[in-house]
T-cell receptor, first 113, second 114 residues
Framework: DSGVTQTPKHLITATGQRVTLRCSPR?????VYWYQQSLDQGLQFLIQ???????AKGNILERFSAQQFPDLHSELNLSSLELGDSALYFC????????????FGSGTRLTVV | GQQLNQSPQSMFIQEGEDVSMNCTSS?????WLWYKQEPGEGPVLLIA?????ELTSNGRLTAQFGITRKDSFLNISASIPSDVGIYFC??????????????FGKGTKLSVKP
């Protein structure tokens, strides 16, 4: 157990729908990072939050958004889903915003049908 | 965007053999990291390298941060069946903000025959 908790583990939904993925960071970690893992693109950085504030953005689509709440858990919202959004979505956390010592969760497997 | 070229894509070896994989980039990185991912799990950090030329070991694993800061390799000695998995290299351009996110290679899938 890495200490980073992601729910749900699996999600199957239809095109056009909206889903929310949840991440609880390791105790004491203030930074949360979201990554997407697909067969063709590999692991791609989406977005980072530190202590409730957005710190960095990567290849995140406009249909996707995220936020980090006062209790430090984070949610990734994916809307107007397309077949190509099917992927593993990982959350990682670290103590600071400097990018040291990432710890990844087990991921949410999203299947869009 | 930035890309890491990781090779080989896959390896199928006999138990007890040594394994070597590497990553190269056209960009200079401040940090190189090596992760292992097993089915149904997230990547787990194996080794982190912070200085050019640094050679670091973790049990049977040894990794080096290339002198040019554009490459890194990972060696696994005397492989065992539980080494099976996908190994990823990752680099960080800097620390903090957009520099601190990880740029991953496409992975090396390792299979070990007992």
């Amino acid at each position: 157990d890495s200490g980073v908790t992601q729910t749900p583990k699996h999600l199957i939904t239809a095109t056009g729908q909206r889903v929310t993925l949840r991440c609880s960071p390791r105790s004491g970690d203030l930074s949360v990072y979201w990554y997407q893992q697909s067969l063709d693109q590999g692991l791609q950085f989406l977005i980072q939050y530190y202590n409730g504030e957005e710190r960095a953005k990567g290849n995140i689509l406009e249909r996707f958004s995220a936020q980090q709440f006062p209790d430090l858990h984070s949610e990734l919202n994916l809307s107007s889903l397309e077949l190509g959004d099917s992927a593993l979505y990982f959350c990682a956390s670290s103590a600071t915003d400097r990018g040291y010592g990432y710890t990844f969760g087990s991921g949410t497997r999203l299947t869009v049908v | 965007g930035q890309q890491l070229n990781q090779s080989p894509q896959s390896m199928f070896i006999q138990e007890g053999e040594d394994v070597s994989m590497n990553c190269t980039s056209s960009s200079i990185f401040n940090t190189w990291l090596w992760y292992k991912q097993e089915p149904g799990e997230g990547p787990v950090l194996l080794i982190a390298l912070y200085k050019a030329g640094e050679l670091t070991s973790n049990g049977r694993l040894t990794a080096q941060f290339g002198i040019t800061r554009k490459d890194s390799f990972l060696n696994i000695s005397a492989s065992i069946p539980s080494d099976v998995g996908i190994y990823f290299c990752a680099g960080q351009l800097g620390y903090g903000g957009s520099q601190g996110n990880l740029i991953f290679g496409k992975g090396t899938k390792l299979s070990v025959k007992p």
